[in-house]
């Protein structure tokens, strides 16, 4: 019978993605059968599953650390933000339309049952479901409807294993205090709790667990270390988005206000002589740049104004008189070109706006969302390449003559004359070792990186280290059948 388990944070960004990847993988190498799962998450960095839809790269991640396709009902709910107090509303892998912040609070409870239905067909397949919560259950503002956190465990009969982050100070308030503001409907349903992210002995830090321990009554599961090769996996959040030290070779990125599908950049990252440095606002872009790489965006035109209010479009153009090299991807595409245009408003206010001019092509924007896996050929390299496109509307012009990749017998992307400015909608394509190392070397760099070989290895590794730093067979003893699922 299926048992589950739910990770619930004392805020964002206390590592619950990393430490579910790590537990999918443990859990999987011990023979069960593990399906990830979030009822609800708030990203802009969306995977495209092998179903034909969209879920939160996090759940991709540990789809595949527990050996499963990625299937939509992995995240049933998930929220791409458009604009400072809205977004995007895609229901089971689907767009559903755009909803103001205050709107969702309201109707976030109707939600449930589109949460509950994925989950119930993840139990029927699954020997284990490792559920992941989102922000914090601290947060008593947005329990009422809640769907995300203690409304879901409450919903399902869960199990609740609370964890703090030690690293950005405080673990003890946050975990006592987590506990002190919590009805005892909510307390009921945790079981435990671990600590993330301590660095050096840990330890130092016995008497604060036994401290967390003795003021709660909740066992603790483990302190665990921080886990240095996290960032070789794959981000999910803006604020795991940093630059990347490595060799002479330097790709300058400019981060968008809405920048989306940003792990274009993590291959990259991983290459050792390469080196990402990730432009902030308020800094011109750098003039030594080997390439320029124009990211996705949630928000093109929006991210377009950002990008000219920088004076990024003022460094960008100098840079491409001095004979630089400029790739664009999927939103960053758009912007390469002559126009956007969005008759019926899909990106904001309905209008046409002039694009950088880099590229002779001109987009205009749809409601209908081109969300699909691709496997594509480099022209003329013949090079194999895996990638996905996630995006709404078209590009034509004269430029898309000189595409430089084709999907099944069809062109894909766009080439300027001088051939040194490169635009495509095809996201992840850097992931496919020929590919990367033939574009690279036309920076003046070589690779003879496996990155995806990379990938298994860090998912293995962590999956050691929780093993030594947490008690997983008492994690898995406290998970339960699921009163609904």
Same mark, same amino acid.
């Given at each position: 019978?299926?048992?589950?388990?739910?990770?619930?944070?004392?805020?964002?960004?206390?590592?619950?993605?990393?430490?579910?990847?790590?537990?999918?993988?443990?859990?999987?190498?011990?023979?069960?059968?593990?399906?990830?799962?979030?009822?609800?998450?708030?990203?802009?960095?969306?995977?495209?599953?092998?179903?034909?839809?969209?879920?939160?790269?996090?759940?991709?991640?540990?789809?595949?650390?527990?050996?499963?396709? *990625?299937?939509?009902?992995?995240?049933?709910?998930?929220?791409?933000?458009?604009?400072?107090?809205?977004?995007?509303?895609?229901?089971?892998?689907?767009?559903?339309?755009?909803?103001?912040?205050?709107?969702?609070?309201?109707?976030?409870?109707?939600?449930?049952?589109?949460?509950?239905?994925?989950?119930?067909?993840?139990?029927?397949?699954?020997?284990?479901?490792?559920?992941?919560?989102?922000?914090?259950?601290?947060?008593?503002?947005?329990?009422?409807?809640?769907?995300?956190?203690?409304?879901?465990?409450?919903?399902?009969?869960?199990?609740?294993?609370?964890?703090?982050?030690?690293?950005?100070?405080?673990?003890?308030?946050?975990?006592?205090?987590?506990?002190? +503001?919590?009805?005892?409907?909510?307390?009921?349903?945790?079981?435990?709790?671990?600590?993330?992210?301590?660095?050096?002995?840990?330890?130092?830090?016995?008497?604060?667990?036994?401290?967390?321990?003795?003021?709660?009554?909740?066992?603790?599961?483990?302190?665990?270390?921080?886990?240095?090769?996290?960032?070789?996996?794959?981000?999910?959040?803006?604020?795991?988005?940093?630059?990347?030290?490595?060799?002479?070779?330097? +790709?300058?990125?400019?981060?968008?206000?809405?920048?989306?599908?940003?792990?274009?950049?993590?291959?990259?990252?991983?290459?050792?002589?390469?080196?990402?440095?990730?432009?902030?606002?308020?800094?011109?872009?750098?003039?030594?740049?080997?390439? +320029?790489?124009?990211?996705?965006?949630?928000?093109?035109?929006?991210?377009?104004?950002?990008?000219?209010?920088?004076?990024?479009?003022?460094?960008?153009?100098?840079?491409?008189?001095?004979?630089?090299?400029?790739?664009?991807?999927?939103?960053?595409?758009?912007?390469?070109?002559?126009?956007?245009?969005?008759?019926?408003?899909?990106?904001?206010?309905?209008?046409?706006?002039?694009?950088?001019?880099?590229?002779?092509?001109?987009? +205009?924007?749809?409601?209908?969302?081109?969300?699909?896996?691709?496997?594509?050929?480099?022209?003329?390299?013949?090079?194999?390449?895996?990638?996905?496109?996630?995006?709404?509307?078209?590009?034509?012009?004269?430029?898309?003559?000189?595409?430089?990749?084709?999907?099944?017998?069809?062109?894909?992307?766009?080439?300027?004359? *001088?051939?040194?400015?490169?635009?495509?909608?095809?996201?992840?394509?850097?992931?496919?070792?020929?590919?990367?190392?033939?574009?690279?070397?036309?920076?003046?760099?070589?690779?003879?990186?496996?990155?995806?070989?990379?990938?298994?290895?860090?998912?293995?590794?962590?999956?050691?280290?929780?093993?030594?730093?947490?008690?997983?067979?008492?994690?898995?003893?406290?998970?339960?059948?699921?009163?609904?699922?």
């Amino acid at each position: 019978m299926v048992r589950a388990i739910m990770i619930q944070g004392t805020g964002s960004n206390v590592g619950k993605s990393v430490l579910v990847a790590g537990l999918a993988r443990a859990f999987t190498r011990r023979g069960l059968r593990v399906a990830p799962f979030k009822p609800q998450n708030m990203s802009n960095n969306a995977a495209v599953t092998e179903n034909g839809g969209e879920i939160g790269r996090a759940q991709a991640l540990q789809a595949r650390a527990a050996k499963r396709p *990625t299937h939509t009902d992995m995240n049933p709910i998930l929220l791409k933000p458009e604009t400072d107090t809205g977004a995007q509303v895609i229901i089971q892998g689907q767009r559903a339309g755009t909803m103001k912040a205050g709107d969702y609070r309201k109707d976030k409870s109707k939600l449930l049952s589109a949460a509950l239905e994925s989950f119930d067909r993840l139990c029927d397949d699954a020997d284990l479901v490792l559920i992941e919560g989102a922000g914090s259950p601290a947060e008593t503002n947005l329990r009422k409807g809640d769907i995300a956190n203690m409304g879901f465990a409450c919903a399902t009969g869960v199990p609740v294993v609370l964890v703090g982050d030690i690293h950005r100070g405080g673990v003890i308030a946050q975990i006592v205090g987590t506990q002190a +503001v919590l009805d005892a409907g909510d307390l009921a349903m945790i079981r435990g709790f671990a600590v993330n992210r301590f660095k050096g002995d840990v330890s130092l830090f016995d008497e604060g667990r036994d401290d967390i321990a003795a003021r709660t009554g909740w066992p603790c599961l483990g302190v665990v270390p921080w886990f240095h090769d996290a960032w070789r996996l794959p981000a999910e959040d803006m604020m795991d988005i940093r630059s990347h030290s490595g060799g002479a070779c330097k +790709v300058v990125v400019p981060q968008l206000e809405r920048m989306a599908n940003f792990d274009d950049l993590d291959p990259l990252s991983a290459e050792p002589g390469i080196t990402v440095e990730i432009v902030p606002a308020g800094r011109a872009l750098p003039g030594d740049a080997d390439l +320029v790489l124009l990211p996705g965006s949630k928000s093109t035109i929006g991210d377009l104004a950002y990008f000219r209010a920088q004076g990024w479009d003022v460094d960008l153009y100098a840079y491409v008189r001095r004979g630089g090299h400029v790739l664009g991807l999927c939103g960053g595409y758009q912007m390469l070109g002559k126009t956007i245009a969005d008759p019926d408003g899909v990106d904001g206010r309905p209008g046409t706006v002039e694009g950088l001019g880099l590229l002779d092509v001109d987009t +205009v924007m749809s409601g209908q969302k081109t969300l699909t896996l691709r496997s594509a050929r480099t022209v003329p390299g013949g090079e194999p390449v895996q990638g996905y496109e996630i995006h709404m509307g078209k590009t034509e012009g004269a430029d898309c003559r000189r595409a430089w990749l084709e999907i099944g017998g069809r062109p894909e992307g766009a080439t300027d004359k *001088t051939g040194r400015i490169r635009g495509s909608y095809l996201h992840g394509i850097f992931s496919s070792d020929a590919f990367r190392a033939s574009y690279l070397s036309q920076l003046g760099a070589a690779s003879d990186l496996g990155y995806e070989d990379g990938v298994e290895d860090t998912l293995d590794a962590l999956a050691d280290h929780l093993e030594t730093h947490m008690n997983l067979d008492q994690l898995l003893d406290l998970a339960e059948s699921p009163t609904h699922g």
